[in-house]
């Protein structure tokens, strides 16, 4: 099956500089990528995805990039601020079967003000 | 979280019991999931639902029963609860089936 490795586990940012979080994974066929922020207390909230046939998204503050050849897609956060401090998760998906996604162990974001 | 909730939010019991969790949405999506989310790891996928009645199992579903009787609703059962489900739930919903999701709150469930 799937398998999504997400790093780095923790990141400590100063308030204004940019973070990036990568996840790779395994399954070739995977063709849908999704980012989640957990805030604590509550459930993930899809922030940003990205499709197999597109390199790059923006929306804007954050980007997501994919290199499928390679296998593995980047979360971009620029000019960060104490509110962007989350969990942030990565996943893929077929896309069909239900839609059924793997994530990563997600990567725990600090920015200091 | 808007048009999906979840009872109890927490909840503890003792090991042996049976347990049903209750997912219930609004936005009358065809797929429902079940997650299952622990310290220093992911979502992890217990069961799916791609339609009243129709269900599947993801990929930690030992111990765990799921039944989707109305669209709206989706339950999880812990048939006879262990110390090692000890968890945070979550529920999620998805329109089309292909990929984008949405969160419940989640149920923090403790045994004892």
């Known amino acids: 099956g799937e398998n999504v490795e997400q790093h780095p586990s923790t990141l400590s940012v100063q308030e204004g500089d940019s973070a990036v979080i990568k996840c790779t994974y395994s399954?070739?066929?995977?063709?849908?990528f999704p980012w989640y922020k957990q805030e604590l207390g509550k459930g993930p909230q899809l922030i940003i995805d990205?499709?197999?046939?597109?390199g790059e998204k923006k929306d804007q503050r954050i980007a997501v990039t994919l290199n499928k050849t390679a296998k593995h897609f980047s979360l971009h956060i620029t000019e960060t601020q104490p509110e962007d401090s989350a969990v942030y998760f990565c996943?893929?998906?077929?896309?069909?079967?239900?839609?059924?996604?793997?994530f990563g162990d997600g990567t725990t974001l600090t920015v200091k003000p | 979280d808007a048009g999906i909730t979840q009872s109890p939010r927490h909840k503890v019991t003792e090991t042996g019991t049976p347990v049903t969790l209750r997912c219930h949405q609004t936005?009358?999506?065809?797929?429902m999931y079940w997650y299952r989310q622990d310290p220093g790891h992911g979502l992890r996928l217990i069961h799916y639902?791609?339609?009243?009645?129709?269900?599947d199992k993801g990929e930690v579903s030992d111990g765990y029963s799921v039944s989707r009787s109305k669209t709206e609703d989706f339950l999880l059962t812990l048939e006879s609860a262990t110390s090692s489900q000890t968890s945070v739930y979550f529920c999620?919903?998805?329109?089309?089936?292909?990929?984008?999701?949405?969160f419940g709150p989640g149920t923090r469930l403790t045994v004892t």
């Open positions: 999620a919903i998805s329109d089309l089936g292909t990929g984008e999701q949405y």
């Open positions: 399954d070739s066929a995977s063709n849908y």
């Open positions: 990205i499709r197999s046939n597109v």
């Open positions: 996943a893929a998906s077929k896309g069909t079967n239900a839609g059924k996604s793997t």
């Open positions: 936005e009358n999506h065809r797929y």
């Open positions: 639902s791609y339609g009243v009645k129709d269900t």
